[in-house]
């Protein structure tokens, strides 16, 4: 098996030519990430998905029962066997239904907001704690011989990363989704990114890239959260908001100051992964493209009817909204 490991890496697969592993190894004034690193990360996604259990039991079923969120329960009392249900009962029966759907789904989006919120603040720290953050051209240049992994950074990684495969796990166990496949692929194309950045050390780019995401992803599972507790000018707002932050960082800034960055202070001559790394992220960016035009025909709902209505991604058209 020593030729699969050696192909496996491949410095010139990882790696910028004429670089190898030991330039990344980390000295006594610089320190590099370690891929055995990321054996702890299995933990960190048990850990995850455990505190989602936990949560979405113990403060978020509660937290929507506030806002009103609640399921519609039937008399059990009045239960026949299901050969003689009327219709009313078949009526009761699938209202109820509907009504712990509902709940479902707004437990989820509980938990996505406080983690996403959790992860926007650390990127926040990270970008405005470094002096490269809010210079692009500190991004990529010298990454091999310059950037340190620190300790902000690798806690931020090591976040969104367990995050990531939490939900590409749960994903097949939440309420389903019109979007399905599309966020099946985003997950694991934001997972592919994040292992082979951390890996190359090109992490910065991973942490700008990740922040992006995470500033629009807040405001969009806030407004859902008003949305299903009917909360409707809040909603509103919401999510005008997440179509502003969404359309600033996703479609403008990311395609454009980004790429720009990766392009013009790039003065490596990249290795395959790298390459590869660059159609991964216009794979993302196609992704942004579809949920823009998604987005864009609620807003035009929102101006047309003066409130949003359904949700494009939902799998029921007359259940579900954003």
Same mark, same amino acid.
């Given at each position: 098996?020593?030729?699969?490991?050696?192909?496996?890496?491949?410095?010139?697969?990882?790696?910028?030519?004429?670089?190898?592993?030991?330039?990344?190894?980390?000295?006594?004034?610089?320190?590099?990430?370690? !891929?055995?690193?990321?054996?702890?990360?299995?933990?960190?996604?048990?850990?995850?998905?455990?505190?989602?259990?936990?949560?979405?039991?113990?403060?978020?079923?509660?937290?929507?029962?506030?806002?009103?969120?609640?399921?519609?329960?039937?008399?059990?009392?009045?239960?026949?066997?299901?050969?003689?249900?009327?219709?009313?009962?078949?009526?009761?029966?699938?209202?109820?239904?509907?009504?712990?759907?509902?709940?479902?789904?707004?437990?989820?989006?509980?938990?996505?907001?406080?983690?996403?919120?959790?992860?926007?603040?650390?990127?926040?720290?990270?970008?405005?704690?470094?002096?490269?953050?809010?210079?692009?051209?500190?991004?990529?240049?010298?990454?091999?011989?310059?950037?340190?992994?620190?300790?902000?950074?690798?806690?931020?990684?090591?976040?969104?990363?367990?995050?990531?495969?939490?939900?590409?796990?749960?994903?097949?166990?939440?309420?389903?989704?019109?979007?399905?496949?599309?966020?099946?692929?985003?997950?694991? !194309?934001?997972?592919?990114?994040?292992?082979?950045?951390?890996?190359?050390?090109?992490?910065?780019?991973?942490?700008?890239?990740?922040?992006?995401?995470?500033?629009?992803?807040?405001?969009?599972?806030?407004?859902?959260?008003?949305?299903?507790?009917?909360?409707?000018? !809040?909603?509103?707002?919401?999510?005008?908001?997440?179509?502003?932050?969404?359309?600033?960082?996703?479609?403008?800034?990311?395609?454009?100051?980004?790429?720009?960055?990766?392009?013009?202070?790039?003065?490596?001559?990249?290795?395959?992964?790298?390459?590869?790394?660059?159609?991964?992220?216009?794979?993302?960016?196609?992704?942004?493209?579809?949920?823009?035009?998604?987005?864009?025909?609620?807003?035009?709902?929102?101006?047309? !009817?003066?409130?949003?209505?359904?949700?494009?991604?939902?799998?029921?058209?007359?259940?579900?909204?954003?």
């Amino acid at each position: 098996m020593g030729w699969f490991n050696d192909l496996i890496w491949w410095e010139r697969l990882w790696l910028p030519v004429g670089y190898t592993w030991k330039d990344l190894e980390s000295t006594p004034e610089r320190t590099k990430p370690d !891929v055995n690193d990321l054996c702890t990360i299995p933990v960190w996604v048990i850990f995850i998905l455990t505190t989602r259990y936990l949560f979405e039991r113990n403060l978020a079923t509660p937290f929507c029962h506030y806002l009103g969120i609640k399921v519609n329960f039937r008399d059990n009392k009045s239960k026949k066997p299901k050969a003689e249900w009327t219709d009313s009962d078949l009526r009761r029966e699938k209202k109820e239904l509907a009504s712990r759907a509902h709940l479902k789904k707004s437990t989820e989006t509980c938990w996505r907001f406080a983690f996403y919120s959790l992860m926007l603040s650390i990127g926040t720290f990270v970008l405005l704690t470094n002096d490269w953050g809010l210079d692009g051209s500190k991004w990529i240049h010298r990454f091999i011989e310059d950037h340190e992994m620190t300790w902000d950074m690798r806690l931020y990684y090591h976040t969104e990363l367990s995050f990531y495969l939490s939900l590409l796990i749960s994903q097949f166990f939440d309420v389903k989704r019109k979007d399905f496949y599309q966020m099946f692929i985003h997950h694991t !194309v934001t997972i592919t990114l994040l292992v082979i950045s951390y890996i190359n050390s090109t992490y910065r780019f991973g942490v700008i890239i990740m922040f992006l995401h995470d500033c629009a992803d807040v405001w969009l599972e806030a407004a859902k959260l008003a949305n299903y507790a009917k909360i409707q000018k !809040v909603c509103d707002a919401l999510f005008a908001v997440f179509g502003i932050v969404f359309f600033l960082t996703r479609i403008v800034f990311y395609p454009t100051y980004v790429a720009y960055s990766w392009f013009h202070y790039n003065t490596y001559e990249q290795g395959y992964l790298q390459q590869g790394l660059v159609g991964l992220c216009y794979l993302l960016l196609g992704l942004h493209l579809y949920w823009g035009y998604l987005i864009a025909k609620m807003a035009y709902r929102l101006l047309l !009817v003066g409130k949003v209505e359904k949700d494009t991604r939902s799998e029921s058209e007359s259940e579900d909204s954003i």
